[in-house]
């Protein structure tokens, strides 16, 4: 018998991702390879996932390109926003694009997801994303990582005095 057969669903009801829902999404390269480096593989990517998002009704609170996965924060704008179809989307379609730099099989089997369920949780989530350069080393203020952001909000700007 295949092993798969006893496997754990890692999937909520389709109901679960469907309307004004916001999720964490963690997207991981194929074998963790380090595909998200440069600015010219990057950028793209980063312009593709803003405009399948709006386009599938989505607002995406934060995203975060690390060298081996991406993390993304996405909300539900409508009630017909779907999930898994935008993930889908943004994979098949990046997938075109990284073919242009001879990366073949360019992300790994499916998505990981957390539901969030609160004001609160969004706002951690956010700060996670936004977070994750700063936790692995790569820069000291989350600001200067050239790869993440906010649709919703400006990221960039300093921090207004109170």
């Not at 963790?32 to 009704?57: N, T």
């Not at 779907?82 to 075109?96: D, E, H, M, N, Y």
């Not at 499916?110 to 949780?121: L, T, Y």
């Not at 989530?125 to 977070?131: A, E, K, R």
Request: with cysteine.
């Amino acid at each position: 018998m295949p092993v798969d057969r006893f496997r754990k669903p890692n999937r909520l009801p389709p109901n679960a991702y469907l309307g004004f829902g916001a999720y964490l999404v963690t997207i991981c390269s194929h074998d963790r390879e380090q595909l998200f480096v440069s600015p010219e593989i990057v950028e793209p990517l980063i312009c593709l996932l803003g405009s399948q998002a709006a386009s599938s009704f989505f607002a995406l609170h934060a995203y975060c390109f690390m060298p081996d996965h991406l993390h993304a924060v996405l909300a539900g704008t409508t009630p017909s926003a779907q999930l898994s179809p935008l993930i889908r989307a943004f994979k098949g379609t990046s997938a075109v694009i990284l073919r242009r730099f001879e990366f073949r099989n360019a992300w790994q089997k499916g998505f990981h997801d957390h539901v969030i369920r609160s004001a609160e949780d969004l706002s951690s989530s956010v700060v996670y994303v936004l977070d994750n350069p700063v936790r692995a080393g790569l820069v000291e203020d989350p600001r200067e990582y050239p790869f993440s952001g906010s649709f919703v909000f400006a990221w960039r700007s300093p921090k207004l005095p109170l």
